[in-house]
């Protein structure tokens, strides 16, 4: 394939199978909260019983990327990208026969959390293969998915609710995801080499031929590095608080007398921001330097919650929804990038799922924790401040962290 006087290098290919499949994947996810009027009206949906097929979903998701990365390492990613998209797909369409709330719930949050967790990690780890020079505006690219499938599968899952009602729209986008699967799996690939080329489309090097081993620290060793505990605590830290915003900001917003329609928006607009994130962060961090950077993100990202603390009206809230997401979006990018960085390619998608584990912890704790601060005391603001509190130790793992090719230097030296 070529684009304009060059071919076109593979890797963006692979990219582009990666953005499908989290735009997919996690754009249905998150397309859920378009059927919660509906679920209400017909089996009387509590709030607690909605959000706990959210946090379901998403510790399944963050938790089986341990597994599914390091299956990933061994078979490759395309098995475990076809598989995780399919049943994305028959969990909706499961769901979209469901009786009651338990059974459409069961449907909904085992499809998408095995789902995801099965495609997600393989498809980020893949492209990390492919890119040095760009790996954080590559990651940035592949993992905007999530941010536009935020962006545009509510809206089409309300519309398709509007039309034909919750089941048919449900249906619909199984089907699309079992689509997906199919396109996805020929895109997604984790070894430039097969194909005679190297990372970024130089040369493959001449120390790692097609089908010999990988370069990198092996899985066992990296798990008990500095960096790697550094990472796994900075990832926990920032997931306690990462995902509060999905779950209350629109009932946060309408508790200060904003529309039904204006706080929905507010989610949307936390797409906007994180999907500009994975695209213009992930670039900045190639040049500025990827760890310090991820610092930066984090320590932005706690002067937003501090300032939604603060926030008061639906421009106040809108303008920490956008610039939030931006720097959701640019951590999001930013930690397949670092996994990379710090230990090569040897296991790498399975050290970005056993990283993820910390986020799965955090982010099935930190909304639910939300919750019971809210019901106690009839506000939101603990929760928040101390999501801030959280996102600045994080920046501060980030900060006790050397360079990579400078802990790498060190390692090698010390045998």
């Known amino acids: 394939m070529r684009f304009g006087a060059q071919p076109l290098f593979h890797g963006w290919i692979v990219v582009a199978g990666a953005f499908l499949t989290m735009f997919l994947g996690f754009g249905i996810v998150y397309s859920f909260a378009a059927f919660i009027d509906a679920l209400e009206t017909e089996f009387g949906a509590s709030r607690t019983g909605v959000s706990l097929v959210y946090s379901v979903s998403s510790f399944l998701y963050f938790s089986l990327g341990a597994l599914s990365g390091v299956v990933a390492d061994r078979l490759g990613p395309r098995i475990m990208v076809c598989v995780g998209l399919l049943a994305v797909g028959i969990g909706l369409i499961a769901a979209s026969f469901g009786q009651s709330l338990l059974l459409v719930g069961v449907a909904f949050a085992l499809g998408t959390g095995l789902g995801n967790g099965l495609s997600y990690v393989p498809s980020v780890g893949a492209v990390q293969h492919w890119f040095v020079r760009k790996r954080g505006f590559a990651s940035g690219l592949a993992v905007a998915g999530i941010g536009v499938g935020m962006l545009l599968m509510p809206p089409l899952a309300a519309a398709l609710i509007g039309v034909f009602g919750w089941r048919v729209a449900m249906a619909v986008l199984g089907v699309l995801a079992l689509l997906g699967a199919l396109v996805a799996t020929l895109m997604v690939e984790s070894s430039p080499q097969r194909r005679g080329l190297g990372p ?22 990296a798990v008990r590095s500095r960096p790697f505990r550094l990472l796994y605590l900075a990832s926990f830290l920032v997931a306690l608080g990462l995902f509060i915003p999905f779950v209350h900001l629109v009932p946060y917003a309408q508790g200060q007398g904003i529309g039904r329609a204006q706080a929905v928006l507010l989610l949307s607009l936390v797409g906007v921001g994180s999907t500009a994130g994975r695209f213009v962060l992930g670039g900045i961090a190639d040049r500025l330097g990827r760890r310090r950077a991820l610092g930066g993100m984090l320590v932005g990202l706690a002067v937003m ?3 939604w603390a603060v926030a008061d009206g639906f421009w106040g809230l809108a303008f ?3 610039i939030y997401g931006l720097f959701y979006g640019g951590f999001v990018a930013l930690i397949p990038a670092l996994t990379m960085d710090y230990f090569g390619a040897h296991s790498v998608s399975g050290l970005i799922g056993a990283l993820y584990t910390s986020v799965a912890v955090g982010t099935f704790a930190g909304p639910a924790l939300a919750g019971v601060a809210y019901d106690l005391l009839q506000d939101y603001t603990l929760p928040i401040v101390l999501a801030a509190v959280a996102n600045l130790l994080a920046a501060g793992c980030m900060a006790l962290l050397s360079e990579p090719a400078q802990w790498r230097a060190q390692a090698e030296a010390g045998g």
């Open 200 to 221: 970024d489309g130089d040369p493959p090097p001449k120390e790692a031929p097609a089908g010999g081993p990988l370069p990198g620290t092996p899985w066992a060793q």
């Open 305 to 307: 919650m501090a300032f």
């Open 320 to 322: 920490f929804a956008v």
